[in-house]
Nanobody, 129 residues
């Protein structure tokens, strides 16, 4: 059984917004990195955004900078991905991932490599007229 559960996907028009949620069970996220990844049919998986909970450091892919924001609510053991000004090219299945990260480790490399041990089941985001 997955320890991560995503929600919030759906169908939205271009320019619209969605907020994805990733809730962890069986562990607390405080010393973890939480990442959002996406994969469209026929394309490789892409690291969209990652958050290192302990110090709040973040990484964003160039394709989403200025449009997406990752943030956490540790009381709810949840990480969110706020997606604004959505474009058709954002259409994909979005996955949440988690792994322990050392205090001194940068989150960017972990996000780019996709080196996470726990993954959610995914939630579909479709941006279309």
């Amino acid at each position: 059984q997955s320890q991560l559960v995503e929600s919030g996907g759906g169908l939205v028009q271009p320019g619209g917004s969605l907020r994805l949620s990733c809730t962890a069970s069986r562990f607390t996220i405080n010393y973890y990195a939480i990442g959002w990844f996406r994969q469209a049919p026929g394309k490789e998986r892409e690291g969209v955004s990652c958050l290192k909970i302990s110090d709040g450091s973040t990484y964003y892919a160039d394709s989403v900078k200025g449009r997406f924001t990752i943030f956490d609510d540790t009381a709810r053991n949840t990480v969110y991905l706020q997606m604004n000004n959505l474009k058709p090219e954002d259409t994909a299945t979005y996955y949440c991932a988690a792994d322990f990260i050392a205090l001194a480790s940068p989150v960017q490399e972990m996000c780019v490599m996709g080196d996470f041990s726990s993954w959610g089941q995914g939630t579909q985001v479709t941006v279309s007229e």
